[in-house]
């Protein structure tokens, strides 16, 4: 992507006559010119001034590393949902093993087609190579005549690579005039050449990646791993206090987010939205779901719900969506029988919480406590685990006692074993220690009851009822 310099900035069109410079020992070079630019003559490594009296209204603007930087990070989240196994190599490549990525995207070339277009999406234009070797693959990229190359057997290598210029190894600029000198002009060139000779009068380096790239000597690539978390910022077009203007730019992060989510099977149920004004403190809106998703359109309804509720002190000239959790996802049941329409619960919850609050709207969670009575708890955020073994949603205020005939539990009639026991013993640290048997029980009329042996007192009590 040679011209991810230009494509960081936000306005880029490539009409437009514009280079980016960067300072190289002192002189101010260009390093990368748009297509209009190049059309007029203006070329990579030629000095500004030398590009001015080519192109008089070109419009030169200082390279941002740090954007370039921040935006190939994002490029290969992106990427990592096409494989795997995903590498940078700064300032603007980006390698992926393909190999276990054919069962689902199809052969080399629809994925090359599949990545060139979402990246041209995305705004950027890329050349793309497939090869056994990193080396080579990333050699062809760059510098071969056609883009898209496509070599899929080794014994390919020698003769696909041999057509590059010399210029496609990482050579000082020397070593690469004196190869000129010398009348090499390409790789074929070099490798005609004997090993030893060509180490010694131009370094073993030559070698080491002419090696690499035809299968000969291994290439160390570090594999990318990306931060579990997600944050990523967006200008307004223009300032505005408008809903609608924002959360339209909000939809682009929010895009970004859930093709984050999905590259990594990650969902989450909760974001932050933080709207900068000028000269003012940030407004924060934090958005919360009832469960783990990563759906763009329900991200984008509740965001506008709480928009068009708040207050803003000012224009909102910029914004970021943070994302501090990643939870793992929940495909869940998704054939017809699964009716999840507009009248789904879980989103009209949403809905009253985006309207009403955070705290408005609360849910019976788990404490983590093996005695009943402190076991449960009423909450805004987290439901907690639910414990494995039979519990009752309903739990009296307080156990009543039983009657006992022949050993056996009265409630109404003579109490039936279902399952039990299951022993608690706990809270010894507190001084409401219980010692407990617990039963599933049922009477003559089918009722399901909770019921207990207290182990120290020896009575019988009611303590839950199954629904």
Known sequence: MEQLPLEVFPHFEPEDLVAVTDSIKARTLVISASQAAMQQGVTADMSVTAAHAICPSLHVLPRDSRAEGHRLQWLARWASRFSSWVS??????????????????????????????????????????????????????????HDASLIEQAESLHAAIGQLPITALELPPK??????????????????????????RFGQSVLEQLDQALGKAPQALPMFSTPQRFSADVDLPQPSAASPHILAAAEHVLDQLCDYLRAHDRAVE??????????????????????????????????????????????????????????????????????????????????????????????LGTH???????????????????????????????????????????????????QGPERIEQGWWDGVDISRDYYVMSNSRGARLWVYQDRRELGWWLHGVFA
């Open 88 to 145: 940078v190599e700064p300032p603007h490549t980006i390698y992926l093993e393909i190999a276990g990525s054919r069962c689902l995207f199809g052969s080399p070339r629809e994925l090359q087609r599949s990545l060139r277009g979402g990246l041209g999406a995305h705004g950027h234009q890329a050349r793309t190579a497939v090869a056994p070797t990193a080396r080579a693959a990333g050699f062809l990229a760059r510098w071969a005549t």
């Open 175 to 200: 070593s690469a005039r004196r190869m000129t000198r010398s009348g090499l002009h390409t790789l074929q060139d070099l490798l005609r050449l004997p090993r030893d000779g060509l180490a010694r």
């Open 270 to 363: 909760r974001f932050i939205c933080r709207l900068f004004h000028h000269r003012r403190e940030a407004t924060l809106c934090q958005v919360g779901l009832r469960s783990p998703d990563r759906n763009p359109r329900r991200f984008s309804h509740l965001l506008a719900e709480h928009l068009n509720r708040m207050a803003l002190p000012a224009e909102v000239i910029a914004l970021r969506i943070e994302v501090s959790r990643l939870l793992p996802f929940d495909v869940g049941t998704t054939d017809w029988l699964d009716n999840r329409g507009t009248d789904d619960w879980l989103a009209t919850v949403e809905l009253w919480q985006a309207r009403l609050g955070m705290d408005a709207i609360r849910r």
């Open 368 to 418: 983590a406590d093996h005695r009943p009575e402190y076991a449960f708890t009423v909450n805004a955020h987290d439901s907690g685990c639910w414990p494995s073994a039979s519990r009752p949603l309903y739990l009296l205020d307080s156990p009543s006692a039983l009657q006992v005939k022949d050993r056996t539990p009265i409630c109404g009639s003579a109490l039936t074993r279902i």
